[in-house]
């Protein structure tokens, strides 16, 4: 029953059936990691959320100025949501549509 109500709230925030999913099962490892002991801290949770595919779009078009578009680049070049710690600065700024000062903001961003 939770999980409809979470589902329901999502789909109100303008996920997809399918981002919604998505985000809901990486809740779902990581919060099942942290009770076994596996995650400790929070650059370690988010490594356990599935952070590509549809919801990596997603979350991504909620930075500024991110649209859809560059959204689907930055997944297409990297496979998942890029976090600091699994690309450089210089491979963020080769995404096609990208721009140096928009990937030194996004890169600040994902830290």
Excluded at 12 to 22: S, V
Excluded at 32 to 38: D, L, P, V
Excluded at 55 to 64: C, D, N, Q, Y
Excluded at 70 to 87: D, H, M, Q, T
């Amino acid at each position: 029953m939770a999980e409809g109500k979470a589902l329901a709230v999502l789909k109100e925030l303008g996920m997809t059936d399918e981002e919604a999913a998505e985000f809901i099962e990486g809740v779902k490892r990581g919060l099942k990691a942290r009770r076994e002991g596996k995650v400790v801290s929070w650059s370690e949770l988010v490594k356990e959320l599935n952070l590509h595919g549809d919801f990596g779009r997603f979350l991504l078009r909620g930075f500024p100025h991110i649209g859809p578009s560059l959204a689907n680049s930055i997944v297409e070049r990297f496979g998942k949501v890029p976090l600091s710690w699994n690309c450089t600065l210089d491979e963020l700024k080769s995404v096609p549509g990208m721009g140096e000062r928009r990937a030194e903001a996004l890169w600040k961003l994902l830290k």
